[in-house]
């Protein structure tokens, strides 16, 4: 959201990637096609390159795109080594499968692209196995990333602004109770005590049904409690809520 943000106050198109497991290179960065043609008369078949989503972005009609690729640890590393030289400064995208002159297949960014990489995860485990759908990263393309900024969540008077922002007819003393709740929440789910975080996603869910007239109590069960499997953590998780007095 924040790069999406900045890239509409700099007026520069924008696009978002998404990393997954089963990615394939040639979606990502493109694939050699035959395409067939008419010359004097006659078909012919002629090689061509089909620029991928990546390739796209670095430089489509002379300008580069403000890039996010999210969950960008999903991608295999296989994929990452033929990305690592435009991860660096200066760099830019070798295409093997381009047909061409070795200059052919190097793709240099415009002047404007930038990419940025996100996850939930550094690329280099998840100690709890919450984001199983992590792979493990080589060690040579996590070092090509030379800016690492860890986001975590809002202080508590930041993300109720934000919240009465979004909701302005909500209750304020209510909203603090639920941000209250969700750091509650979020610490235990960092020491391993609960499955699944509640993030500001999952605090506008259930505003957005208790502006319909849902009770705050079955919103948070709608939303977030139901989610929970293990019965000892729905107990804990019903703790909290007592805790900063939600009934």
Known sequence: TSVRQFA???RQPYV????????????????????????DG????????????????????????FTTIDEVWKIPPYIQMAMQHLYEKGGHLTLD?????????????????????????????????KFAATQMQDSSSL??????QELSYLAKKQEVKMLMDKYPGANEHGVEKLVQFAGLVRNAYRQGGVALTLSPRGLMAILDMHQIGVPVQRAIQLAFLEKIADEAEQLAVQEMLRTVGIR
């Open 8 to 10: 509409a106050w700099i």
């Open 16 to 39: 978002r990637l998404s990393g997954r497991g089963d990615l394939e290179s040639s979606s990502f960065l493109g694939f050699s096609w035959a395409d067939s043609v008419e010359k």
């Open 42 to 65: 006659k078909h012919v078949t002629i090689m061509s390159f089909k620029p991928g989503l990546l390739t796209q972005a670095l430089d489509y009609e002379g300008f580069g795109y």
């Open 97 to 129: 499968d381009k047909p061409g002159t070795k200059a052919d297949k190097m793709v240099h960014p415009a002047k404007e692209f930038r990419l940025v990489l996100t996850d939930n995860v550094k690329g280099t485990g998840d100690s709890f196995d």
């Open 143 to 148: 070092d090509r990333i030379n800016i690492n």
